[in-house]
């Protein structure tokens, strides 16, 4: 089992800046693909950025340009660096990772999230 802890989260105010992390720990054998996603209220959990294992990142159109995922590996860490926040970026923020044992086997793991919470 891995488990994963973000932290960061918290109220600033619009075009402000937050730190998320997210650790991973447990029985760690490869995790591969880090993402980080978010939920606001009555809305579907969407992507927000994605990290592979040697660095190649993906983001959002909402979020380009503002945020920036990183990632740690011999930490088993995976930050989320936002820039310039807007109230619409208000959402519970979720890390995910995708994990691979000794047998291949693949699975995908959640953090519990973490708010943020951008004010006007």
């Known amino acids: 089992q891995v488990q994963l802890v973000e932290s960061g989260g918290g109220l600033v105010q619009a075009g402000g800046s937050l730190r998320l992390s997210c650790a991973a720990s447990?029985?760690?054998?490869?995790?591969?693909?880090m993402r980080w996603y978010r939920q606001a209220p009555g809305k579907q959990r969407e992507l927000v950025a994605a990290?592979?294992?040697?660095?190649?990142?993906n983001y959002a159109d909402s979020v380009k340009g503002r945020f920036t995922i990183s990632r740690d590996n011999a930490k088993n860490t995976v930050y989320l660096q936002m820039n310039s926040l807007k109230p619409e970026d208000t959402a519970v923020y979720y890390c995910?990772?995708?994990?691979?044992?000794?047998?291949?086997?693949?699975?995908?793991?959640w953090g519990q999230g973490t708010q943020v919470t951008v004010s006007s």
């Open positions: 995910n990772a995708v994990h691979s044992n000794p047998s291949f086997l693949v699975t995908y793991y």
């Open positions: 447990g029985s760690i054998f490869v995790i591969n693909t």
């Open positions: 990290i592979t294992s040697g660095g190649t990142t």
